[in-house]
């Protein structure tokens, strides 16, 4: 899925939830904390010259549908402009489409990720 980084919608998380920014360069970390301090929304963007990868993008089960998903998205999009990134590119669950089409992500491809069997070593 692509989209245009600039034009993302903003999406602040809602109370108790705070939000944590780790960036070292090209990578930015986001977390969501709750009250306790436990992280239970997260996501990670790349920067790559124009274009920013975002990967890893998770909310808690027992914290879903509250908008975190949104406010990471909103955080990721944000810290990639902030390196100079204006195209944003994500692989995305069947679940995760249903959110970034609502935040303007645009399919572009089919992906099949596939994984083979476990060969042991001769060790």
Excluded: C, K
Aim: net charge negative; aromatic share 4%; charged share 25%.
């Amino acid at each position: 899925m692509t989209t245009d980084l600039a034009e993302h919608p903003q999406h602040a998380p809602a109370a108790p939830y705070e939000r944590e920014v780790r960036t070292e360069v090209p990578v930015t970390v986001i977390s969501l904390h709750d009250s306790s301090g436990e992280v239970e929304a997260r996501g990670t963007i790349a920067v790559v010259g124009a274009d920013a990868v975002a990967d890893r993008i998770e909310t808690a089960a027992a914290h879903r549908r509250r908008g975190l998903g949104r406010a990471i998205m909103s955080a990721l999009a944000e810290a990639a402009v902030a390196q100079g990134a204006r195209p944003g590119l994500l692989i995305a669950s069947e679940e995760g489409q249903r959110l970034y089409s609502f935040l303007g992500w645009r399919h572009e491809a089919d992906v099949l990720i596939a994984r083979g069997p476990v060969v042991p070593s001769n060790r």
